[in-house]
């Protein structure tokens, strides 16, 4: 199922501080989230059994047929839907009171049709929480993200289509910021060899193979020189910030 480093497993120990990073938005969302729920992007479902405390009913979006054929089994009261997105086929116009859209916007190639179509399904005065990546901490090229932004460029671009954005950031304690370091000097020494600087004049696709390879190898890496670090990250070693640009994560709450 987790074929590659994009699918961040919640069972693969090395994976384990991306995943708990990717987990406290989940946390995060609790305080907001009621009703009825779309998510987009779920993925292998790391969030749903956060979501479902606090919805009433719960609709999941994703690309990955076998993802989302488990999931209807796995969970019969709840609506998944296979679909490559946007637009969304089928969802009525002002239907949701909330959406919620993690670590996605970022491989979307249409992202204003994306925020216009969450837009229109969200009922007025609904409420969108989407996460993305920070360009300013990423370490390398993601061939897996078509783009990614800083905070004014989403926020920017947000506020064409929603009455009121807010900006926030997911940061880390002194325990996350301290694997980032090891991280971001591991990355560095594999991207020391890049001297024609190929990681960015390559199509993607041709670096999504290499890329996944050496960032498995590179996060197995972190967890022999530090087990205990990489085991002991918890979703609560992170929080949300109101300084965006210094955070490791882009989290926005945006208003029809």
Same mark, same amino acid.
């Given at each position: 199922m987790f074929k590659t480093t994009e699918i961040t497993s919640n069972e693969i120990v090395s994976d384990n501080p991306v995943h708990q990073r990717l987990t406290f938005a989940y946390e995060e969302a609790i305080k907001y989230v009621s009703g009825?729920?779309?998510? +987009?992007?779920?993925?292998?479902?790391?969030?749903?059994?956060?979501?479902?405390?606090?919805?009433?009913?719960?609709?999941?979006?994703?690309?990955?047929? *076998?993802?989302?054929? @488990?999931?209807?089994?796995?969970? *019969?009261?709840?609506?998944?839907?296979?679909?490559?997105?946007?637009?969304?086929?089928?969802?009525?116009?002002?239907?949701?009171?909330? %959406?919620?859209?993690?670590?996605?916007?970022?491989?979307?190639?249409?992202?204003?049709?994306?925020?216009?179509? +969450?837009? /229109? %399904?969200? *009922?007025?005065?609904?409420?969108?929480?989407?996460?993305?990546?920070?360009?300013?901490?990423?370490?390398? /090229?993601?061939? @897996?993200? +078509?783009?990614?932004?800083?905070?004014?460029?989403?926020?920017?671009?947000?506020? /064409?289509?929603?009455?009121?954005?807010?900006?926030?950031? %997911?940061?880390?304690?002194? *325990?996350?910021?301290?694997?980032y370091n090891q991280n971001k000097k591991s990355v560095e020494k594999i991207t020391r060899w890049d001297v024609f600087n190929l990681q960015y004049r390559l199509p993607r696709q041709v670096l999504q193979v290499p890329y996944d390879i050496l960032n498995r190898m590179n996060r197995k890496k972190l967890q022999k020189q530090d087990n205990s670090l990489v085991a002991q990250i918890n979703f609560d070693d992170y929080y949300l910030s109101d300084r965006p640009d210094e955070s490791l994560d882009l989290y926005y709450i945006a208003t029809k």
């Amino acid at each position: 199922m987790f074929k590659t480093t994009e699918i961040t497993s919640n069972e693969i120990v090395s994976d384990n501080p991306v995943h708990q990073r990717l987990t406290f938005a989940y946390e995060e969302a609790i305080k907001y989230v009621s009703g009825n729920l779309l998510e +987009i992007g779920c993925g292998f479902g790391r969030g749903l059994e956060t979501l479902q405390k606090v919805c009433d009913q719960y609709t999941a979006i994703d690309k990955n047929d *076998k993802l989302i054929a @488990w999931l209807s089994e796995q969970y *019969k009261d709840f609506t998944f839907l296979s679909q490559n997105i946007p637009p969304f086929t089928g969802l009525q116009d002002n239907t949701y009171d909330f %959406v919620v859209s993690f670590q996605v916007i970022e491989h979307i190639k249409d992202d204003n049709l994306y925020l216009k179509e +969450i837009n /229109r %399904v969200l *009922k007025p005065g609904g409420k969108a929480l989407i996460t993305t990546p920070n360009i300013k901490y990423s370490l390398t /090229r993601n061939p @897996w993200h +078509i783009r990614e932004y800083t905070a004014q460029e989403l926020a920017t671009l947000m506020g /064409r289509y929603f009455s009121q954005v807010d900006t926030h950031g %997911v940061k880390g304690n002194e *325990k996350v910021m301290d694997y980032y370091n090891q991280n971001k000097k591991s990355v560095e020494k594999i991207t020391r060899w890049d001297v024609f600087n190929l990681q960015y004049r390559l199509p993607r696709q041709v670096l999504q193979v290499p890329y996944d390879i050496l960032n498995r190898m590179n996060r197995k890496k972190l967890q022999k020189q530090d087990n205990s670090l990489v085991a002991q990250i918890n979703f609560d070693d992170y929080y949300l910030s109101d300084r965006p640009d210094e955070s490791l994560d882009l989290y926005y709450i945006a208003t029809k």
